[in-house]
């Protein structure tokens, strides 16, 4: 399969070109004439001798050449004999745009698409789709594209972003968005052959690609995936992914829409912030991201400390708000930067991060671009937000104010952000507008050109500021990028480990338990409790009860001999009666641990991206009050305190209302070893759950109380 063949054809057929408009047909055709002059471009249709002044050919195999690639905008039951056809012939690459496949979820619709695999197998060709609106490669100036965008003028447009959407509508907001730099757009469908795993590997090494933005609705191959997250991150270029489906109802439409099915929103998180991914929530944010990384392309922030300029206390106390609920960092100035400040703004202004610039009447040049320089210079700020200017269409009052000033706001305050990005020194400027409006796309494109994006206003903007923030924080040293997913799902039958053995195993791996034993029968209890110190824990060692509380098959704080061979007896006879079939392999006997800290620990294997690490509160705590951190296995120490870190009972960790603090890097270490245990058995792995976890003063270490491991094998 040559997917170079269906990226960069030197000769194209639109099959089913028309002349209807609004159809996929027409759009098809109509795009397919903007292509290079290099491209060869050919419609077919079987009864028009001619569509849109252009000859048509009433089959494949009556075109003067065999065409590279095609684009099949006919009925679904075309698509066999045309793809029979094409593979015949030599084509390379097929789009087919029809839908009714297996995003039906029938039998029929799956069964058809196994017939479109098994031709393009046949015959080596690169598929896309079905249920696809195909793609645009404005490197080579190649349209293959079945919905709209005809208004994208490849002529014009700079080559930047690569496009991925598993929505042919979210594909063409892309498209439409004419103020980021396109390189490439794919719309995916519903990927029988062509995933979009092998496009992003195909586009990250593009050199004309400097950054990848993702609309999905799952992940099919979640390895590949996690590789092409990890090389981006090494040949720096940003990814931006908004991933639907992520609550019940979504997971349903994204699987009736492509077949996909979506990992949990969490799962989609941790893998996002282990390899620095900016992760959005609407279209709004993924192309106000994509603006602002795009506009930044070669002159990205150091890193995500800002500064922010505003013209009235108002809107100072606002965006310091908005600051905080997205956390966007904006640190304290440095104080020989607000003595500059002071000696550049009027005498009743109060320099300080945000910054309220009060009025300016006056000289409004010099004001706004030594401000902006002060505040430049400062060590501790990497980029500024300047909210003072909307950027806005011009209106009537718009108007009415240039003839007063002599020029627009938009150019009053334009003309000094865009002087000061092109003096040396400069760090990154953005705009975030206070009110919503259409923007002025004159200006935009000016401020653009100097790398000064306008983004969404007020939450959208903030919101997408607080993410960008986090990948600019982003330490490469903080994060173990090693891939633990496996090679294919996992299958077979489900082993469920009892609790002896679940520790006995896990203890190999280096995680720390109470001394425990196995007791067969009650004659056994006095040779083996000689070696035990009391208090002791006894617990039923079964492998058919796994609700052991219920069972009655637990005793706590047992501190003798004689209590212990009354509890032997009495959680036998209680299992026995509530569950007469149960095996019995006899009773655990564990140290009771000392009080502490309890959290647990565990790992659940996510269908497409394998194990992912959990922390979070112990008991059932984690369960009601939803507070836990997660990430691909393996992690390093500085990952798993970042995780700890993140939790909102880090406060009982970190000392609360007089108790010392608690042993984080103890936690930290079982979580490491946890996470090496996953990753080497990521094939067979299906959960771990170690609870409670309990943590004791700093310096006295943690131990796991409780464990379960299930495979699947």
């Not at 292509?35 to 050919?42: R, W």
């Not at 829409?257 to 941790?270: D, E, F, I, P």
């Not at 609870?691 to 299930?710: C, F, R, T």
């Amino acid at each position: 399969m040559d997917i170079k063949r269906l990226l960069k054809p030197k000769a194209i057929a639109i099959v089913g070109a028309n002349e209807k408009n609004g159809s996929f047909g027409n759009y098809s055709a109509l795009n397919a004439l903007q292509n290079s002059d290099d491209v060869h471009v050919y419609f077919v249709n079987a009864k028009k001798d001619f569509v849109l002044g252009r000859k048509a050919y009433k089959s494949l195999s009556d075109l003067p050449e065999v065409p590279d690639s095609i684009m099949l905008v006919t009925p679904k039951a075309s698509i066999p004999g045309l793809m029979e056809e094409a593979g015949q012939l030599g084509v390379g690459g097929v789009i087919i745009v029809a839908a009714g496949y297996s995003e039906e979820g029938t039998e029929e619709g799956r069964a058809d698409e196994e017939v479109i695999v098994d031709i393009a197998k046949k015959y080596d060709m690169a598929v896309m789709g079905p249920n696809c609106t195909g793609y645009v490669n404005n490197v080579d100036k190649v349209k293959m594209w079945g919905m709209g965008g005809t208004e994208f003028n490849m002529a014009e447009r700079g080559t930047g972003i690569a496009f991925f959407a598993q929505s042919g509508t979210m594909a063409i907001h892309a498209l439409s968005c004419n103020y980021v730099d396109i390189s490439y757009v794919f719309s995916m469908g519903n990927s029988v052959m062509l995933s979009i795993e092998d496009l992003m590997e195909y586009a990250v090494e593009d050199p004309e690609v400097n950054m990848l933005c993702l609309y999905l609705e799952g992940v099919r191959h979640g390895r590949r995936f996690m590789n092409v997250l990890k090389r981006a991150r090494e040949l720096g270029k940003p990814v931006i992914i908004h991933a639907s489906g992520m609550s019940k109802k979504g997971a349903i439409a994204a699987a009736s829409h492509t077949g996909n099915l979506a990992s949990s929103r969490n799962v989609y998180k941790a893998v996002c912030e282990k390899y620095g991914v900016v992760l959005v929530e609407s279209i709004d944010e993924f192309l106000c991201a994509a603006n602002v990384l795009s506009a930044w392309h070669g002159h990205m922030p150091k890193g995500g400390r800002i500064a922010a300029v505003n013209g009235s206390g108002g809107e100072n106390a606002v965006c310091a708000d908005l600051g905080e609920l997205y956390d966007v960092p904006m640190p304290d100035l440095q104080p020989e930067t607000i003595a500059k400040l002071k000696a550049v703004l009027p005498e009743f202004a109060s320099p300080r991060n945000p910054l309220d610039m009060t009025a300016i009447t006056s000289d409004t040049d010099k004001v706004c671009i030594d401000t902006l320089t002060v505040l430049g210079q400062d060590p501790n700020i990497d980029a500024i937000a300047f909210t003072i200017a909307q950027f806005n269409e011009p209106n009537e009052k718009d108007r009415q104010q240039a003839e007063v000033f002599g020029e627009s706001l938009n150019e009053r305050y334009a003309r000094p952000c865009i002087k000061y990005e092109q003096t040396e020194g400069a760090v990154p400027v953005m705009v975030i507008p206070q009110v919503e409006d259409r923007r002025d796309f004159e200006w935009r494109m000016k401020l653009k050109a100097s790398g000064i994006p306008i983004l969404a206003t007020s939450h959208i903007g903030y919101k997408v500021l607080g993410n960008i923030c986090r990948f600019l924080n982003y330490k490469e040293d903080e994060h173990l990028l090693v891939n633990a997913a496996p090679e294919a799902p996992l299958t077979g039958e489900v082993i469920s480990y009892t609790e002896a053995e679940s520790k006995a195993i896990l203890a190999k791996a280096g995680v720390p338990f109470p001394k425990q034993c196995i007791v067969g029968g009650k004659a056994e209890l006095p040779s083996v409790l000689a070696g035990f110190t009391f208090p002791i824990v006894m617990k039923i060692s079964s492998p058919d009860i796994a609700h052991k509380t219920e069972a009655g098959g637990v005793k706590l704080g047992i501190g003798s001999l004689t209590e212990a061979q009354t509890a032997f007896d009495e959680i036998l006879a209680s299992c026995r009666s509530y569950k007469p079939d149960a095996h019995l392999d006899g009773v655990l006997v564990q140290e009771m641990a000392a009080a502490g800290t309890e959290m647990i620990v565990g790992v659940s294997s996510d269908r497409q991206f394998g194990p992912m690490l959990l922390v979070g509160m112990g008991g059932v705590f984690v369960e009601v009050f939803k507070d836990m951190a997660m990430a691909p296995c393996p992690v390093c120490k500085a990952e798993a305190l970042n995780m700890i870190n993140s939790l909102k009972a880090v406060k009982l960790l970190d000392g609360y209302r007089g108790s010392k603090p608690c042993d984080k890097e103890a936690l930290a270490e079982i979580m490491v070893r946890v996470s090496e245990y996953a990753a080497a058995n990521r094939s067979t792995l299906k959960e771990l759950d170690m609870n409670p976890v309990i943590v004791y003063e700093q310096g006295k270490g943690a131990i796991a109380v409780d464990a379960l491991l299930v495979e699947q094998k």
